[in-house]
């Protein structure tokens, strides 16, 4: 579509794969052109760069990964929307060299300072619970807010390194 008016062109196109890298050959290719990125792009970006972190530093330290889920659905709840630096602020300041690589991370998107907010409330739907599943099976999924109040849940590391879960004040269980 064209706007002479607003001096714009809009193209509608479909990936393809052009030497292994799915490419949007008209705009990209032909006229060397380039789409700005969604909301949901950035969102994916920036959790993709916390999950990697996380990852590579922690390992696969459950606690750490629901913190980074818990940051990113409160910063949304709190502000409607979040900045790339204070994500990696809350979750990586106590380490500067952990944080300095997550900022460089994002500023390959130039997204470090960039305020992210998402319209469609399904792109942060999968903020608002954290979902578990225990070596044995056990899946547990617990509301954000009730994971952050620690009147109702906690979770307690034993001696021998396990993991209890506890699960307070319950005045009455249902069963699906």
Known sequence: MISLAENTVQLIEKKYDINGTKTNYLSEVYLQCHAKMSQKTKLDIVTKAVDQINKKYFEDDFEKKMEAKSVIHNSYVEQGALVAEEIGEELFGDIPEIKEEFVEKL???????????????????????????????????IPMEEY????????????????SVLIKNVNRITSR
């Open 148 to 163: 952050n109040n620690k009147q109702h849940v906690e979770f307690i590391t034993n001696q021998d390194g396990t993991i």
């Open 107 to 141: 500023e390959k998107y130039k997204l470090p300072k960039e305020e992210i907010k998402v319209q469609n409330e399904r792109t942060t739907k999968k903020f608002e619970k954290q979902f578990l599943t225990t070596d044995s099976g056990i899946e547990i999924n």
